[in-house]
């Protein structure tokens, strides 16, 4: 350590050393910045412009002695640093946020006024933060749980916030429910775990008494709740809006939003083992994507639907337990959303981003579904808690990018200075203040009739129907996975009479479904079916539902691991390496050591990732290209063993050449389709886009 940056400065040492880097510098008083000897950096000042010489030692007494109260940029430094966390969010509190823009492409202007949706080719800014729910801001990345899919449009008619989930419906049909589902889904409380889970007593109670929710648990049983990245998740508005055109007539509305990647998923036990090798594998992937300008996009598409039409549908369109088959209400695509940007500040942005389903532009309109009419009113409560002032506009990730003016005033950190006598309207005071306009929001004219009461409507009782479509909709992999899931969770319940309260319910969405559960758990006979309020009805199957469905045959934004050691053949690597490339995956090179493996030529190959940090889980397809030596030095290696093993028990493609065939010897893992020689680049890279699902059930028992 030099000298100067010792702290045990001496007066020497000071002057020899350049003050601290210059991130949140300020201006001095006298609007210059303070410079110092060199010119290269701003100096360190406290938040009120004061120079210092000293950041390193606090004010002592003596050099032993005690620290003086007097010490105010001390204080002032660690008064701030206490502060530096507000509330996180009761929901949705861990996060990626992005920047990036949406262009329509098809215009709306028959159904809305929004210019948002009319304007072709406009590029409307956008910040999209895209959660987990159920864990704390510093939870892992892969929990299985919903994802939160917020976007913020900052329109030039004012900012529009659509704020969905990757599942298009949810858990309950009335806002009066939603503290108690998500009460009994978070960590026991008495307890303090399970962190981000839904395998514990107090969700799966809730939910076995809730039978509303039994098409939500499908979904959430699905591998929907885990991505293999969130460039591969689907978005969805959930309820359905209204869109009113110039004419003031309304129509109904659902957003979605698809990737252009397709979907894809992990499975479970792929997913747990990425939970230990990388916390952060969402929040990494997206900040790598965007880095190597891969920026992810979605279609942005609608269902557009009348009243007439609603009426029609077995279901109701109000209840958020339901959704709108895409063979009822074919999905019109209208535009993209790209999301390019990574913010500067994770707090300023990601953290401090403020979503209100409220916030909309005029031309777009709310539906009367309860579960929305009660968001109107949390989220602009719950920012006023996590931000601390109604100010939370004024800050920068928040505010319109368009003009905005009223005769608000005043409260915790006002950022603004208005000037005159006039803050109220009408008024006869001012030319200037701001008017209510015409053109402005008006909200839909929709006739109103009935009787006041908690009642909730007749046409919200059919519970089953839907969930049974969607998991009569899956491939036999995916049902083989919901039925697993439930089984997993389900075992982690400590009162049976839980798990026999669900199995009851599944007896009403498909039998052999709950049979499989049933065994799966171990029970010695069928319970009870739930008393179910309406009989199920029989729906179509909807193929749009599947995740392998929607798989798209590529490797773009997908990952290939190369594990090597010394004595690997050069040309192997790059033969695997550029058809990799060149079907869009990104490539890394795996080796006991980071410095690199001394390859077969004698020449250093630099590795991107040691053995033991960078298992296969966190690659789509792996290859093993390794000399007798390499092999047999890796055969006592734990990590390569799990390499390989993990690999095949992750349904991926694995290419080998001899020594990498010797080590999936040593591995025990067996041979199939998806196993294929190195030299045959072809076959793995067609192996490499999808996952060899027929392996499974060769390798693990599922439900
Ligand atoms: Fe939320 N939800 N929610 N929610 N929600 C919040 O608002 C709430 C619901 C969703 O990235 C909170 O700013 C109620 C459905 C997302 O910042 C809070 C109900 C859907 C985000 C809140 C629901 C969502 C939130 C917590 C039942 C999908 C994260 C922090 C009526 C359509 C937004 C905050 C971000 C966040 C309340 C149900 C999506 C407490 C009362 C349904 C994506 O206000």
Same mark, same amino acid.
């Given at each position: 350590?030099?000298?100067?940056?010792?702290?045990?400065?001496?007066?020497?040492?000071?002057?020899?050393?350049?003050?601290?880097?210059?991130?949140?510098?300020?201006?001095?008083?006298?609007?210059?910045?303070?410079?110092?000897?060199?010119?290269?950096?701003?100096?360190?000042?406290?938040?009120?412009?004061?120079?210092?010489?000293?950041n390193q030692?606090?004010?002592r007494?003596?050099p032993?002695?005690?620290?003086?109260?007097?010490?105010f940029?001390?204080?002032?430094?660690?008064?701030?640093?206490?502060?530096e966390?507000?509330?996180?969010?009761?929901?949705?509190?861990?996060?990626?946020?992005?920047?990036?823009?949406?262009?329509?492409?098809?215009?709306?202007?028959?159904?809305?006024?929004?210019?948002?949706?009319?304007?072709?080719?406009?590029?409307?800014?956008?910040?999209?933060?895209?959660?987990?729910?159920?864990?704390?801001?510093?939870?892992?990345?892969?929990?299985?749980?919903?994802?939160?899919?917020?976007?913020? #449009?900052?329109?030039?008619?004012?900012?529009?916030?659509?704020?969905?989930?990757?599942?298009?419906?949810?858990?309950?049909?009335d806002?009066?429910?939603?503290?108690?589902?998500? %009460?009994?889904?978070?960590m026991?409380?008495?307890?303090?775990?399970?962190?981000?889970?839904?395998?514990?007593?107090?969700?799966?109670?809730?939910i076995?008494?809730?039978?509303?929710?039994?098409?939500?648990?499908?979904?959430?049983?699905?591998?929907?709740?885990?991505?293999?990245?969130?460039?591969?998740?689907?978005?969805? @508005?959930? %309820?359905?809006?209204?869109?009113?055109?110039?004419? @003031?007539?309304?129509?109904?509305?659902?957003?979605? &939003?698809?990737?252009?990647?397709?979907?894809?998923?992990?499975? &479970?036990?792929?997913?747990?083992?990425?939970?230990?090798?990388?916390?952060?594998?969402?929040?990494?992937?997206?900040?790598?994507?965007?880095?190597?300008?891969? #920026?992810?996009? &979605?279609? #942005?598409?609608?269902?557009? #639907?009348?009243?007439?039409?609603?009426?029609?549908? $077995?279901?109701?369109?109000?209840?958020?337990?339901?959704?709108?088959?895409?063979?009822?209400?074919?999905?019109?695509?209208?535009?993209?959303?790209?999301?390019?940007? &990574?913010?500067?500040?994770?707090?300023?942005?990601?953290?401090?981003?403020a979503?209100?389903?409220?916030?909309v532009?005029?031309?777009?309109?709310?539906?009367?579904?309860?579960?929305?009419?009660?968001?109107?009113?949390?989220?602009?409560?719950?920012?006023?808690?996590?931000?601390?002032? $109604?100010?939370?506009?004024?800050?920068?990730?928040?505010?319109?990018?368009?003009?905005?003016?009223?005769?608000?005033?005043?409260?915790?950190?006002?950022?603004?200075?208005?000037?005159?006598?006039?803050?109220?309207?009408?008024?006869?005071?001012?030319?200037?203040?701001p008017?209510?306009?015409?053109?402005?929001?008006?909200?839909?004219?929709?006739?109103?009739?009935?009787?006041?009461?908690?009642?909730?409507?007749?046409?919200?009782?059919?519970?089953?129907?839907?969930?049974?479509?969607?998991?009569?909709?899956?491939?036999?992999h995916?049902?083989?996975?919901?039925?697993?899931?439930?089984?997993?969770?389900?075992?982690k319940?400590?009162?049976?009479?839980?798990?026999?309260?669900?199995?009851?319910?599944?007896?009403?969405?498909?039998?052999?479904?709950?049979?499989?559960v049933?065994?799966?758990?171990?029970?010695?006979?069928? $319970?009870?079916?739930?008393?179910?309020?309406?009989?199920?009805?029989?729906?179509? $199957?909807?193929?749009?539902?599947?995740?392998?469905?929607?798989?798209?045959?590529?490797?773009?934004?997908?990952?290939?691991?190369?594990?090597?050691?010394? @004595?690997?053949?050069?040309?192997?690597?790059? /033969?695997? /390496?550029?058809?990799?490339?060149?079907?869009?995956?990104?490539?890394?090179?795996?080796?006991?050591?980071?410095?690199?493996?001394?390859?077969?030529?004698?020449?250093?190959?630099?590795?991107?990732?040691?053995?033991?940090?960078?298992?296969?889980?966190?690659?789509?397809?792996?290859?093993?290209?390794?000399?007798?030596?390499g092999?047999?030095?890796?055969?006592?290696?734990?990590?390569?063993?799990?390499?390989?093993?993990?690999?095949?028990?992750h349904?991926?493609?694995?290419a080998?050449?001899?020594?990498?065939?010797?080590?999936?010897?040593?591995?025990?893992?067996?041979?199939?389709?998806?196993?294929?020689?190195?030299?045959?680049?072809?076959?793995?890279?067609?192996?490499? /886009?999808?996952r060899?699902?027929?392996?499974?059930?060769?390798?693990?028992?599922?439900?």
């Amino acid at each position: 350590m030099s000298k100067a940056k010792s702290i045990h400065r001496t007066e020497k040492a000071k002057q020899d050393n350049d003050p601290a880097p210059a991130s949140g510098s300020r201006r001095a008083p006298g609007g210059e910045l303070h410079q110092v000897a060199g010119g290269r950096h701003p100096v360190l000042t406290t938040n009120q412009g004061l120079t210092f010489s000293d950041n390193q030692n606090s004010l002592r007494a003596n050099p032993r002695g005690p620290t003086l109260l007097e010490d105010f940029i001390l204080r002032e430094k660690i008064t701030h640093f206490d502060h530096e966390r507000i509330p996180e969010r009761i929901v949705h509190a861990r996060a990626t946020g992005v920047h990036g823009f949406f262009e329509l492409t098809a215009s709306l202007k028959q159904f809305t006024t929004a210019r948002v949706l009319t304007e072709i080719g406009v590029k409307t800014p956008v910040f999209t933060r895209i959660s987990t729910v159920a864990g704390g801001a510093g939870s892992v990345d892969t929990p299985r749980d919903v994802r939160g899919f917020a976007v913020k #449009f900052y329109t030039q008619e004012g900012n529009w916030d659509l704020v969905g989930n990757n599942v298009p419906v949810f858990f309950i049909q009335d806002a009066i429910k939603f503290p108690d589902l998500i %009460h009994a889904v978070k960590m026991e409380p008495d307890r303090g775990f399970p962190q981000s889970a839904t395998a514990h007593d107090t969700f799966w109670d809730f939910i076995s008494l809730t039978p509303e929710s039994m098409h939500m648990v499908m979904w959430i049983m699905s591998d929907r709740t885990l991505p293999r990245s969130l460039r591969m998740i689907e978005g969805f @508005g959930v %309820h359905s809006f209204r869109l009113v055109n110039a004419a @003031g007539e309304s129509t109904f509305v659902k957003f979605h &939003w698809r990737p252009k990647l397709g979907l894809q998923s992990t499975i &479970w036990d792929e997913t747990v083992k990425i939970s230990g090798a990388d916390q952060d594998f969402h929040r990494r992937d997206m900040f790598d994507a965007i880095a190597a300008g891969n #920026f992810p996009e &979605w279609e #942005f598409a609608v269902q557009l #639907f009348t009243q007439e039409q609603a009426d029609k549908f $077995p279901f109701d369109h109000l209840d958020a337990t339901k959704l709108i088959p895409e063979e009822l209400v074919p999905l019109k695509v209208i535009g993209r959303m790209v999301l390019d940007r &990574w913010p500067n500040n994770f707090f300023a942005e990601t953290e401090q981003v403020a979503y209100c389903p409220s916030h909309v532009v005029p031309g777009i309109d709310f539906s009367n579904d309860p579960l929305l009419q009660g968001r109107l009113f949390s989220y602009l409560d719950t920012q006023l808690s996590r931000l601390g002032s $109604p100010n939370f506009h004024q800050i920068p990730v928040n505010a319109p990018q368009c003009p905005f003016a009223n005769h608000q005033r005043d409260g915790h950190m006002q950022m603004t200075q208005p000037a005159g006598r006039v803050a109220y309207e009408p008024n006869s005071l001012s030319d200037n203040s701001p008017r209510e306009t015409p053109k402005g929001f008006h909200s839909a004219a929709v006739m109103e009739t009935g009787e006041k009461g908690r009642i909730r409507a007749e046409a919200f009782a059919d519970h089953y129907s839907q969930a049974r479509q969607f998991y009569l909709s899956q491939t036999v992999h995916e049902q083989a996975h919901i039925a697993s899931a439930l089984v997993f969770e389900l075992s982690k319940v400590e009162h049976p009479h839980i798990r026999e309260a669900m199995v009851g319910h599944l007896i009403h969405i498909e039998k052999d479904l709950a049979k499989r559960v049933a065994t799966g758990l171990g029970l010695d006979k069928m $319970p009870d079916a739930a008393v179910a309020a309406t009989p199920v009805k029989k729906m179509a $199957p909807s193929p749009a539902l599947q995740i392998i469905g929607k798989m798209k045959d590529t490797l773009m934004g997908r990952a290939v691991g190369i594990l090597i050691a010394d @004595g690997s053949d050069g040309a192997a690597i790059r /033969k695997i /390496k550029k058809a990799a490339t060149d079907a869009g995956a990104s490539v890394k090179i795996v080796a006991p050591k980071v410095g690199g493996a001394k390859l077969a030529d004698g020449t250093m190959l630099a590795a991107d990732g040691q053995l033991a940090g960078t298992p296969s889980v966190l690659f789509d397809a792996v290859a093993v290209i390794l000399s007798e030596k390499g092999a047999q030095a890796l055969s006592m290696e734990g990590a390569a063993i799990d390499f390989v093993r993990d690999a095949f028990g992750h349904l991926k493609a694995i290419a080998v050449d001899q020594g990498g065939q010797a080590l999936l010897k040593t591995a025990n893992v067996g041979h199939d389709a998806g196993v294929v020689d190195a030299t045959d680049s072809k076959a793995f890279i067609a192996a490499a /886009k999808t996952r060899q699902w027929d392996r499974e059930r060769s390798i693990r028992t599922l439900a």
